[in-house]
């Protein structure tokens, strides 16, 4: 395989709660496009260190590429220094794909989904991706570096006409959506479900809710049963304005009835979907487009959000105090900023990596960034 040139790391800085804070910034040496962090990770209590996996998909190359980085994150150094969190990744497989890589997602059993411009979207396999992760929890450095994972395509559906913009998994079952406005379900099997015409728009985003129900982002936030054919949503949350679109959404992983949105205004909303007149709150996070929004799957009172020239997070830790009982316009949160682009860069995707309480954002700037997501005076 081809192995794009990585450069030295350098060091930039982010703002949180009002003081300085470090994010590691590495050349990836293509265009980032998608990122999506694996939840395998290992900890290695004899380095006091974890380890993770990010999938990094190119854009705009003459060969477009996936790539899979190990990274460690050390807790022995201590806040403030500068190899603190995390540390330098190294590139560990990658495989040539055709179409910019838009959208990247893990599955469970060391499988990868990506949707791309061409239409399509791939189940890759990664062999020898467990070994890999388990080589660092046993400190065998030269076999780290010599035990490289690989990719094996499993399967490829091409049902949308145009690109595709959004995957999102449950179990073995993988959903897309498209520029074409479509919805597609794939399961286990080789066919697919495809909702035609379900937006007149290109659809940004998409994620389960439970099984057979997902919510996507369009023209407005909506909520589809595929239990039925039917291009008829059955719950819609209005954008707050006329001629706002809705870029990005989040499902919250614990409390089902609250959905995140990212408008192309700049702002951010909660909804709760037993109430769609208006929302929770929303909050102007934003200058520009909010191309990602995410709950933190494990400490779900943070709220991260990205757009192309910074990546913020909203603690809602009062907001969900209140869940079930009268709303309070005082619990909006608390909003911090995690990292800023220079005038050069410009950001393309973020993801959360779990394991590592890690945050990652690809830049069109063929870099990659990532910093602590959950900052110790929070913690879970």
């Known amino acids: 395989f081809f192995f794009p040139r990585v450069f030295s790391a350098i060091m930039m800085l982010g703002v949180r709660d009002g003081e300085r804070s470090a994010a590691q910034v590495w050349s990836t040496g293509v265009k980032v496009h998608s990122v999506a962090c694996s939840s395998e990770a290992v900890n290695a209590h004899s380095r006091q260190s974890t380890y993770g996996v990010v999938a990094v ?6 060969r477009n590429t996936i790539s899979l980085w190990g990274y460690a994150t050390r807790k022995d150094l201590g806040a403030g220094t500068p190899e603190h969190f995390p540390t330098k990744p190294r590139q560990i497989a990658q495989t040539p794909c055709d179409g910019d890589v838009a ?29 890999h992760i388990d080589t660092y929890r046993d400190g065998d450095e030269e076999q ?33 959506v498209g520029e074409d406005g479509a919805i597609c379900l794939f399961g286990p099997g080789p066919h697919a479900q495809v909702i035609k015409g379900a ?6 985003a998409v994620q389960w809710m439970a099984s057979k129900r997902v919510a996507t982002a369009g023209s407005a936030v909506k909520i589809w049963d595929l239990n039925t054919d039917s291009a008829r949503p059955v719950i819609t949350l209005l954008p707050s304005a006329r001629g706002v679109f809705v870029q990005s959404l989040s499902v919250h992983p614990t409390i089902p009835t609250y959905i995140a949105s990212g408008e192309s205004s700049g702002a951010v909303c909660v909804w709760d979907t037993r109430n769609t007149a208006y929302p929770l709150t929303r909050k102007d996070m934003h200058t ?13 009172r943070l709220l991260f959000s990205l757009s192309g020239e910074e990546c913020m997070c909203l603690d809602m830790a009062r907001m969900l105090e209140s869940h079930g009982t009268a709303y309070r316009q005082d619990d909006e949160g608390t909003v911090s900023a995690l ?3 220079d005038s050069s860069a410009r950001h393309s995707q973020l ?24 900052p110790p005076s929070i913690g879970g």
């Open 339 to 341: 990292l800023s682009a």
């Open 57 to 62: 998909g190119s854009g705009e190359e003459v």
């Open 144 to 176: 780290l570096a010599s035990d490289s994972p690989r990719f094996e395509t499993m399967g490829q559906w091409n049902r949308h006409r145009g690109a595709v913009t959004s995957i999102s998994v449950m179990d073995d079952n993988v959903v897309s």
């Open 288 to 300: 520009g487009p909010v191309i990602n929004v995410a709950f933190h799957p494990t400490s779900p």
């Open 103 to 131: 959208c990247m997602q893990f599955l469970r059993g060391s499988r990868l989904v990506s949707g791309h411009t061409n239409g399509m979207v791939v189940i890759h396999r990664i062999l020898g991706l467990q070994d």
């Open 351 to 374: 993801a959360l990596h779990p394991g590592t309480n890690s945050y990652v954002v690809g830049s069109y700037s063929e870099t990659i960034s990532a910093g602590e997501a959950i």
């Open 199 to 204: 937006e007149p728009v290109i659809m940004h």
